[in-house]
Nanobody, 123 residues
């Protein structure tokens, strides 16, 4: 199976920065798209950023210019650099990866999820 492990969440003041990391493990043949969702209390789940296997990124309008997504295909890792954080960025952040395991090459890629990490932006 494929597992995703997140790290880097925490408490930060407005205007500060955090860097979230997501590491995929298991017998992985390939990972296609990867990205980050977030969900705040009382709000719908929101796609924050995504990145293709070739490194092409997309960002939600709310984070454009402040967040940067990246990946290292050789290490099967992904990161989200978050700068100029605002209180409205407070949410649980979930990483995902569309991975093709060695044991299921003939079945195609499936979406795997991290367990989520809390980001709180507050004075």
């Amino acid at each position: 199976q494929v597992q995703l492990e997140e790290s880097g969440g925490g408490l930060v003041q407005p205007g500060g920065s955090l860097r979230l990391s997501c590491a995929a493990s298991g017998r992985i043949f390939r990972i296609n798209d990867m990205g980050w969702y977030r969900q705040a209390p009382g709000k719908q789940r929101e796609l924050v950023a995504e990145i293709s296997s070739r490194g092409s990124p997309n960002y939600a309008a709310a984070v454009q210019g402040r967040f940067t997504i990246s990946r290292d295909n050789a290490k099967n890792t992904m990161a989200l650099q978050m700068d100029s954080l605002k209180p409205e960025d407070t949410a649980v952040y979930f990483c995902y990866g569309d991975a093709l395991p060695w044991d299921g090459i003939n079945l195609g890629a499936r979406r795997y999820w991290g367990q989520g990490t809390q980001v709180t932006v507050s004075s």
